[in-house]
């Protein structure tokens, strides 16, 4: 069973808008992660948050993890029509090598 | 929603063997499948995308005579792992798509070579 939930399922806005996407999982991780997804390809690894860590940067993207709540956040700032794609994340559970995805939000980008 | 399933969840195999996975889309007509395999704690890499009929068009790095894979209709795809050795065990996890729309995962394949 896919154990992240991403919220909105699908988002649409302006370019130069934030762009603000949840995830919700359910049992204790190793990390979490966060993926882009263009129409037509393969998925793009975007960040890499470990369990004791809360806030990750990387360009225009920011990522946040409450591991009391079991949530993160990906927040794209000053987005750009280029940015029009699918975000999937991803857990890792505790004491499994495994990889777990949500069902993504949609976020469309418009010029 | 969609259901994407792989199997098997896990195997053990002998080196020198091959495995076989399986991806099937249970309601719907996956156009596109994608492999990915993942080493533990780090992100998924991309291997191949497979279009239903067509060979897969694999990433760089990727040998595709050592990671076969066979998409011969629109709701299977499989990967073998030839001749299997210790550094192929890995997480391998296909995601299948219908024209370009949403993606759905498989649970994903343990695999571990001894």
């Known amino acids: 069973s896919q154990q992240g939930e991403e919220d909105p399922q699908a988002l649409s806005i302006q370019e130069g808008e934030n762009a603000t996407m949840n995830c919700s999982y359910k049992?204790?991780?190793?990390?979490l992660q966060w993926y882009r997804q263009n129409s037509g390809r393969g998925l793009v690894h975007l960040i890499l948050?470990?369990?004791?860590?809360r806030e990750k940067h990387s360009g225009r993207l920011r990522v946040t993890l409450d591991t009391s709540k079991k949530s993160s956040s990906l927040l794209i700032t000053a987005s750009r029509a280029a940015d029009t794609a699918s975000y999937f994340c991803?857990?890792?559970?505790?004491?499994?090598?495994?990889?777990?995805f949500g069902k993504g939000t949609m976020l469309l980008v418009s010029p | 929603g969609a259901v994407v399933s792989q199997h098997p969840s896990r195997v053990i195999c002998k080196s020198g063997t091959s495995v076989k996975i399986e991806c099937r889309s249970l309601?719907?007509?996956?156009?596109?499948m994608f492999w990915y395999r993942q080493f533990p704690k780090q992100s998924l890499m991309l291997m191949a995308t497979?279009?239903?009929?067509?060979?897969?068009?694999?990433e760089q790095g990727v040998e595709k005579d050592k990671f076969l894979i066979n998409h011969a209709s629109l709701t299977l795809s499989t990967l073998t792992v030839t001749s299997a050795h210790p550094e192929d065990s890995s997480f391998y996890i296909c995601?299948?798509?219908?024209?370009?729309?949403?993606?759905?995962f498989g649970q994903g394949t343990r695999l571990t070579v001894v």
């Open positions: 995601s299948a798509t219908f024209r370009n729309t949403e993606a759905f």
């Open positions: 049992t204790s991780i190793n990390n």
């Open positions: 948050i470990r369990s004791n860590e």
């Open positions: 991803a857990t890792e559970p505790s004491g499994y090598s495994t990889l777990t």
């Open positions: 309601d719907f007509q996956a156009t596109t």
């Open positions: 497979s279009n239903e009929g067509s060979k897969a068009t694999y």
